[in-house]
């Protein structure tokens, strides 16, 4: 990988720290971590709180329908997370962007999951 790759990686990292960090409370033990594991260890901690959240929401939703409305969201979470895991797993390049590319894809389901928690609550 180039120095500039490199660079617009670093930066592209940053920028995803950096609205993490002022859009929500950072869910991690080092949110101001500066290498690898501790960049990705931050971003997996706060994916793991937002997946646990949703869970938490999709199983008081389920218990509140109908057996066809439970079925029904049963059928769009299922397909869901493999539109999330195909999204966001697309984003891993390491070949042109390093391993850092694994930042993006972490976030990625963060938003994605974040967004999903909304959906579900609102969901009748």
């Not at 199983?59 to 397909?79: A, G, I, R, V, W």
């Not at 390049?93 to 959906?119: P, Q, V, W």
């Amino acid at each position: 990988m180039t120095a500039i790759n490199k660079l617009l990686v670093l930066g592209f990292c940053s920028l995803l720290l950096m609205n993490t960090t002022h859009a929500d409370k950072v869910r991690c033990t080092n949110p101001n971590g500066t290498t690898f594991n501790e960049i990705s260890t931050c971003l997996y901690e706060d994916y793991q709180y937002y997946d646990k959240q949703l869970n938490v929401v999709y199983k008081k939703k389920l218990s509140s329908l109908s057996s066809y409305k439970k079925n029904k969201l049963k059928q769009s979470e299922l397909k869901w997370i493999k539109t999330r895991d195909r999204e966001c797993n697309a984003l891993v390049d390491e070949l042109n962007y390093g391993k850092e590319s694994h930042f993006a894809a972490t976030e990625c389901k963060t938003d994605m999951t974040k967004e999903r928690i909304e959906f579900i609550k609102n969901y009748k």
